[in-house]
């Protein structure tokens, strides 16, 4: 059983910067991927981010340039720093982890999501 805890959302001015947080913990062999969706009222959920654990990465065409995710694998922690934000940022960030457990199984978690608001 893997929890991933997230943490820095909140409230920001157009322009402005937030750090996202997501720590797993539990039981698991390793983390692989791992990655940012958001969700905002009346759209569907979206990648926004995704990192190997080789630190390969991957974004949106909508927030390169403004949005830089990385881990550290020691403290099995995957962040979103966001620079630059945009009212249309606005939604329900969500941490997503594809583990292997200590049984050689594959599994998909998610954070129960941090709110992120950019609004003047």
């Known amino acids: 059983q893997v929890q991933l805890v997230e943490s820095g959302g909140g409230l920001v001015q157009p322009g402005g910067s937030l750090r996202l947080s997501c720590a797993a913990s539990g039981s698991f062999f390793r983390i692989n991927d791992m990655g940012w969706y958001r969700q905002a009222p009346g759209k569907e959920r979206e990648l926004v981010a995704a990192?190997?654990?080789?630190?390969?990465?991957n974004y949106a065409d909508s927030v390169k340039g403004r949005f830089t995710i990385s881990r550290d694998n020691v403290k099995n922690t995957v962040y979103l720093q966001m620079n630059s934000l945009k009212p249309d940022d606005t939604a329900v960030y969500y941490c997503?982890?594809?583990?292997?457990?200590?049984?050689?199984?594959?599994?998909?978690?998610w954070g129960q999501g941090t709110q992120v608001t950019v609004s003047s």
């Open positions: 997503n982890a594809d583990s292997v457990s200590r049984s050689y199984a594959r599994i998909n978690y």
């Open positions: 990192i190997t654990s080789g630190r390969s990465t």
